[in-house]
C-alpha cells in the first residue's frame, strides 16, 4: 500500500519561503516520477513541478525560477522549496506518485501567502 504524507505548509509574508515535504511508504520515489500539484479556492487542480527518475525536474511557467522540487533517496521524501512567495500561490500542495496500477495522492497541506 502506497501512502504519501505531506508536510511543511503554513502562513507566510509575501515574499518569504517555505519547504514543503513529501514522505513516501510503499513505494521508491527514485523508481518513480513524483510531482507536486496545487489547488486554490474554486480553482482546478494544477501541476507544479515533476521530477523524473533520473533526476530531471520540470515546472509550471507560474512557478519556474521560484521554487525548486528534490528528492532524498534515502529518506524516500521529495521536497518543494518555494521562495519569493506569491499571494497567488496560495493553495492545498499535494504530492502526486502515478504507478502501473494507480495513481497515489497525499492528504494536502496548506500554503498561505498573505501579510
Known amino acids: 500500500q502506497v501512502q504519501l504524507v505531506e508536510s511543511g505548509g503554513g502562513l507566510v509574508q509575501p515574499g518569504g519561503s517555505l519547504r514543503l515535504s513529501c514522505a513516501a511508504s510503499?513505494?521508491?520515489?527514485?523508481?518513480?516520477?513524483m510531482s507536486w500539484y496545487r489547488q486554490a479556492p474554486g480553482k482546478q487542480r494544477e501541476w507544479v513541478a515533476r521530477?523524473?527518475?533520473?533526476?530531471?525536474?520540470n515546472y509550471a511557467d507560474s512557478v519556474k525560477g521560484r521554487f525548486t522540487i528534490s528528492r532524498d533517496n534515502a529518506k524516500n521524501t521529495i521536497y518543494l522549496q518555494m521562495d519569493s512567495l506569491k499571494p497567488e500561490d496560495t493553495a492545498i500542495y499535494y504530492c502526486?506518485?502515478?504507478?502501473?496500477?494507480?495513481?497515489?495522492w497525499g492528504q494536502g497541506t496548506q500554503v498561505t501567502v498573505s501579510s
Open positions: 502526486n506518485l502515478p504507478t502501473i496500477t494507480a495513481i497515489y
Open positions: 510503499g513505494s521508491s520515489v527514485s523508481m518513480n516520477v
Open positions: 521530477i523524473t527518475r533520473g533526476g530531471v525536474t
